[in-house]
């Protein structure tokens, strides 16, 4: 018995020992558990994407309408975010990370089916995880809205918005991010929605802007934005709330995520610059309203890089957005002809692709980044996978919208009527007006 105490004695000495010599080694291997610090900084992080919507994206659409139509932008901003959030807590946080599998993730969570005040994601409460991917299923069909702003209908936004989240964001987001996703298993690299959130949206955009086709009297009739100090505080809240949609997706609270929130200010920075410059010398005046879209195509286009790419790479990325998105906003819209009226295909797909596909290139360690993908070994092999994220994303979400589009065209129509359009759809719409002068 002795001999055995002793034993028993010298085994406990012996694990005390070694943990204050190697605080840091494990002899077990432990579940994870919960971090108050990665938790805090996720509860902000959360709050910080939901502010890019309201007030944000809403201020920053509702300043470049007619005054006639600020309302109209306003509400439909709101409204997505009341009806994403229904949709996303009775089946949409299923649909994308429900499941294993490689297109979808099933019908496990429905309803939060299982979510506890206990569960965890990694080292956060999973309440916390669900929501802060809320947010992004909030901010991406809204989105889509400045495409098409001053001529769709209430009630066929409210529709679109619905089908398109069901049988697009949702299994989007599920092969990037959700487990077993067949983009994410390919080793492609989209640290916080290139191809998700702006791809997507600005492909949807556009097809919808050409599917209900151009405003009454564009482009002949001059149509300015009513209130670009609007704009440019809507911008400034994008900017902030960005933060938390970059660093953020770290979902913790550490090195990674510190570098996404310097790479971000670095390429919006830029970009804002990037886009300012090129309309000084194309038009001889730099405006406010090119600056504040320079600095959204630059906080684009660092988005899915900006858990992979270096300061440097940051730099680059923002000043390339910049230009590509200022030639793509004026002269390629002007060559195509079509009414992207807040220039959401302009802004976020051309961002969005510029940044998947440099996000390729300066992850590399040689250029700064932080390495390539799970799999992938070099810069030509990378960018192959962004290429094909890009491509499937592009194809997947223009088909489908298209299709959706065309159902409720055929089913309850899209557009207000001309008499409507003209009115304003504020009054027609809504029933109120933005400003009683």
């Not at 077990?28 to 509860?43: I, K, Q, R, V, Y």
């Not at 005040?117 to 999973?126: A, K, Q, Y």
């Not at 690299?189 to 949807?204: K, P, R, S, W």
């Not at 799999?375 to 298209?402: E, H, K, P, R």
Request: charged share 10%; proline share 3%; net charge negative.
């Amino acid at each position: 018995m002795q001999t055995r105490f002793r034993s028993q004695l010298l085994i406990a000495l012996t694990i005390c020992f070694l943990t204050l010599i190697f605080p840091g080694v494990s002899l077990a291997d432990e579940p994870p558990s919960l971090n108050s610090g990665d938790t805090a900084w996720m509860l902000t992080a959360t709050a910080l994407v939901l502010f890019m919507t309201i007030p944000g994206l809403s201020l920053f659409y509702a300043g470049m309408v007619r005054s006639k139509n600020v309302l109209s932008v306003l509400m439909q901003c709101f409204a997505i975010t009341s009806l994403m959030t229904v949709l996303w807590v009775i089946y949409g946080y299923s649909l994308a990370f429900g499941g294993a599998g490689s297109f979808w993730g099933g019908f496990s969570k429905v309803f939060l089916n299982g979510m506890t005040v206990d569960s965890l994601n990694g080292t956060i409460p999973e309440t916390v995880f669900m929501t802060f991917q809320m947010t992004f299923a909030i901010i991406t069909p809204a989105l889509i809205v400045g495409a098409f702003a001053e001529r769709m209908k209430f009630s066929a936004l409210l529709l679109f918005m619905a089908i398109w989240f069901t049988v697009v964001y949702a299994p989007v987001c599920h092969w990037v991010w959700g487990e077993g996703g067949w983009l994410g298993s390919r080793g492609i690299l989209d640290f916080a929605g290139g191809t998700v959130v702006h791809i997507n949206a600005g492909i949807a955009g556009l097809v919808a802007a050409i599917v209900l086709g151009k405003r009454k009297g564009y482009p002949e009739k001059h149509m300015p934005p009513h209130n670009l100090g609007y704009t440019l505080m809507g911008a400034s809240m994008l900017w902030v709330g960005w933060f938390g949609f970059n660093a953020g997706s770290e979902l913790a609270a550490d090195g990674t995520a510190g570098m996404a929130m310097a790479v971000t200010q670095i390429a919006t920075a830029a970009a804002a610059l990037g886009w300012m410059f090129s309309e000084w010398i194309d038009h001889g005046k730099p405006s406010v309203l090119g600056i504040a879209s320079g600095a959204v195509a630059g906080l684009v286009a660092i988005t899915p890089a900006s858990g992979a790419v270096g300061p440097m790479g940051a730099l680059i990325i923002g000043i390339v957005a910049g230009v590509g998105c200022f030639i793509a906003s004026t002269k390629v819209k002007r060559l195509l002809g079509y009414d992207d009226s807040l220039d959401v295909f302009g802004v976020h797909a051309v961002g969005g692709i510029i940044g998947a596909i440099l996000t390729g290139v300066f992850c590399s360690q040689g250029l700064g980044g932080v390495g390539f993908g799970d799999g992938i070994d070099n810069i030509l092999s990378q960018i192959g996978v962004q290429f094909i994220g890009i491509f499937a994303t592009t194809i997947y979400s223009g088909i489908v919208s298209f299709v959706i589009l065309k159902g409720l065209e055929m089913a309850i129509g899209l557009r207000v009527t001309d008499d409507e359009e003209t009115e304003g759809l504020d009054l027609t719409q809504h029933d109120e007006r933005g400003y009683y002068l």
